[in-house]
C-alpha cells in the first residue's frame, strides 16, 4: 500500500512563498502521475497541480499558474509544490494524491491514494 504525507503548510502573510512536500513510502515512486489538491473551509476538494511520472509534464488549476509549481525528485520519492505570491484565497487544506497513469485528471475520484493534507493558511 502507497503512504503520502505531506509537510512544510503553516501561516504565512499575503504575498509570501511556501513550499509543501510530499514523501512516498511503499511502492514505486516513479510510476505514478503526482498531484496536489486543495480543500477550503465549506468546499469541495480542488485539483490544484499534477506532474507526469518523469516530471517532463505539468498540469495548473487556472487559480494557480504562473505563481506555484510542482516537481518530483524521484531519487528521494518526494514531489514538491512551491507556492509564490500567495493570496487570502490559498487557504485551504493541500492533500498530495497520486494515480497510476499516464495522465493526470481533475476530479478526485480518479485518484486512489491521499495524504493526510496540510494546512496553509494566508492571512495579514
Known amino acids: 500500500q502507497l503512504q503520502l504525507v505531506e509537510s512544510g503548510g503553516g501561516l504565512v502573510q499575503p504575498g509570501d512563498s511556501v513550499r509543501l512536500s510530499c514523501t512516498a513510502s511503499?511502492?514505486?515512486?516513479?510510476?505514478?502521475?503526482m498531484g496536489w489538491f486543495r480543500q477550503a473551509p465549506g468546499q469541495e476538494r480542488k485539483f490544484v497541480a499534477a506532474?507526469?511520472?518523469?516530471?517532463?509534464?505539468?498540469y495548473y488549476a487556472d487559480s494557480v499558474k504562473g505563481r506555484f509549481t510542482i516537481s518530483r525528485d524521484n531519487s528521494n520519492d518526494t514531489v514538491y509544490l512551491q507556492m509564490n505570491s500567495l493570496k487570502a484565497e490559498d487557504t485551504a487544506v493541500y492533500y498530495c494524491?497520486?494515480?497510476?497513469?499516464?495522465?493526470?485528471?481533475?476530479?478526485?475520484?480518479?485518484?486512489?491514494?491521499w495524504g493526510q493534507g496540510t494546512q496553509v493558511t494566508v492571512s495579514s
Open positions: 511503499g511502492r514505486t515512486f516513479g510510476s505514478y502521475v
Open positions: 494524491t497520486c494515480r497510476r497513469d499516464s495522465h493526470p485528471v481533475t476530479y478526485t475520484w480518479g485518484w486512489p491514494y
Open positions: 506532474i507526469s511520472w518523469s516530471g517532463t509534464a505539468t
